[in-house]
């Protein structure tokens, strides 16, 4: 696509494309200021929707890395704690994410580094205790299905769900 001429719209915004790689560079500090944290594939695609020079995207990547304002480790931090403090979720639920914002598997990977294991089962029961209000029977076969399967939806091993479960219900017997 040649943008030389002619103006992008995108839904209400309309984007003038650039015309130089300062125009690039300008337009990368306004999306980062703007919207925050993002890691380097999404701000490249947003980049490549000002322009068709792929050398100004690359040029405008790397400018920010060099200032500072783009690390995609950062970012992977970011995620992993939001996912574990805010939304509960299991180390799946949180590789997924980091794998759909297009996170490099070994930034993921040391990210993930971040997560303790003894405190997934702690978030587990929190999760659940969300969900559900009273003890999950295994007799109750439906029940006790849609108990696994918005663990599993969460992230969590079955390892993890099996002993969630129990201590789920225990709660409930004191």
């Known amino acids: 696509m040649n ?43 947003a980049l490549c929707n000002k322009t068709d020079n792929q050398q100004w995207v690359e040029m405008a990547v790397a400018r920010m890395i060099e200032l500072g304002y783009l690390c995609d480790l950062r970012y992977a931090l970011m995620i992993v704690r939001n996912g574990v403090d805010l939304k509960g979720w299991g180390k799946r639920r949180i590789e997924q994410s980091l794998k759909n914002k297009g996170i490099k598997s070994d930034v993921a990977a040391q990210a993930m580094l971040s997560i303790e294991d003894d405190d ?12 559900f209000s009273s003890k999950i029977e295994y007799r109750d076969q439906k029940n006790y299905a849609r108990a696994v399967r918005y663990l599993v939806g969460q992230g969590f091993g079955f390892d993890v769900i099996t002993d969630t479960i129990k201590q789920f219900n225990e709660t409930f017997d004191a």
């Not at 494309?17 to 125009?23: I, N, V, Y």
């Not at 999306?31 to 490249?44: F, M, N, V």
Request: charged share 35%; net charge positive; proline share 4%.
């Open 120 to 131: 997934q089962l702690t978030r587990s029961v929190f999760s659940l205790s969300k969900k």
């Open 3 to 45: 943008y030389s001429n002619k103006t992008i719209n995108k839904g209400r915004r309309t984007l003038i494309p650039a015309k130089e790689p300062q125009c690039v560079i300008n337009y990368a500090m306004i999306r980062l200021d703007r919207y925050g944290e993002t890691s380097e594939k999404k701000l490249r695609e």
